[in-house]
Structure formats: C-alpha cells, structure tokens
C-alpha cells in the first residue's frame, strides 16, 4: 500500500511485494484469492505486471477488515500476536483470545468482537443466543450493547462459542 501512496520515495522492498502477492496465485496453482479491502491496490498493481511475467488470472473476492482483537485501530493480522483468531485455533486459543480481546461496555466503534459477530457469526446463524437474550440480526444485538443492556463478559462467552461452531469442522478436515 506504502508503494501507491508514495512511489517517489518506494524502498525495493515495497516494488516486490506486490510480485510476492500475486506470485502466490501460480505457485498454489490457483484462481480465486480471498483478501482484505486493504490488499485490493496491492494486488491490482500486481495484476498489471503479472500478465507480462505469466502469472495466470484470478478472481479476487476483498473482505472488510476487522479490527485486531487487541482493539486500538489496529487491523486483524497473522503478523500481530494475538490479535487474530486462526480457523487452526483450539477451542481454548478462541476462549483466551476473545477473552483478552478489546470489548469495552457501550463501545461500538472500532470493536473487534461486535465486528467478528457482525461479517462472521450472524452470516452463518439464524439466531444468536447471548447469556439469556436472543437476536435475529446484528443491530438489535448492536443496539443493546451500546445501551450497555449487554455485558461484554457474556457477548464474549457467546461468540467464542459461535466461532468454535464455525471453526471445528474445518480444524477436524485438516487432520
């Protein structure tokens, strides 16, 4: 990203990545690549120089960027320790991770784990149950939450279990 915003003063390092990126496309022999919305310049500067070096087409699919469980405007990334939940995480890495994770009461900005219950959860469930209340959509559980009507505690017990019901299956396939 440094490279399209500052292409004067670009470090090598910064001209290659986006080679690197788009280089993984031929050595996983793929053709559909799942990124952040933060990754899409990277990879559209690499598309353009991949056709002239014979790296084939994909199809890119650009998530929204959830913040980092640590909270502070900071991105979820598996280069920052702890600030993310990996789909190979054990039940009790989910647990410790969620529990440590940014949540203050009524915060509904920049909260990682309203946005991981927001893109992850309520996509994949028809209802959520948290302690004893139940939701049906995202901003009815938004909207108690920033009335501080729900505890962290207990929206962080509820989707460290949802993300263990989403992430199990796919742990057992890798085994």
């Known amino acids: 990203q440094q490279v399209a ?4 003063n670009a470090k090598v390092s910064q001209v290659i990545y986006p080679l690197m990126q788009i280089e993984d496309v031929k050595s996983l022999r793929t053709n559909f690549v799942v990124a952040g919305t933060d990754q899409r310049k990277i990879y ?3 598309m ?3 056709k002239e070096v014979g790296i084939p087409e994909a199809v890119y699919l650009y998530t929204p960027i959830i913040p980092g469980l640590r909270g502070l405007g900071v991105k979820m990334s598996s280069s920052v320790s702890n600030s993310f939940i990996s789909i190979r995480d054990k039940k009790e890495d989910i ?4 529990n440590k994770a940014y949540c203050r009461i009524g915060d509904v900005e920049n909260n990682p784990v309203l946005s ?3 893109l992850i959860v309520f996509p994949m469930f028809d209802k959520i149950e948290v302690g004893e209340i139940s939701f049906e959509d995202y901003r009815s559980l938004e909207k108690e939450f920033e009335a501080g009507k729900l505890h962290p505690v207990d929206l962080k017990n509820a989707i460290a279990e949802y993300l263990e019901k989403i992430i199990s299956p796919i742990r057992k396939s890798w085994k």
């Open 48 to 50: 353009d120089i991949g």
């Open 95 to 98: 647990v410790r991770k969620i």
């Open 116 to 118: 991981i219950m927001k």
């Open 44 to 46: 559209m500067l690499g």
């Open 5 to 8: 915003r500052d292409i004067d």
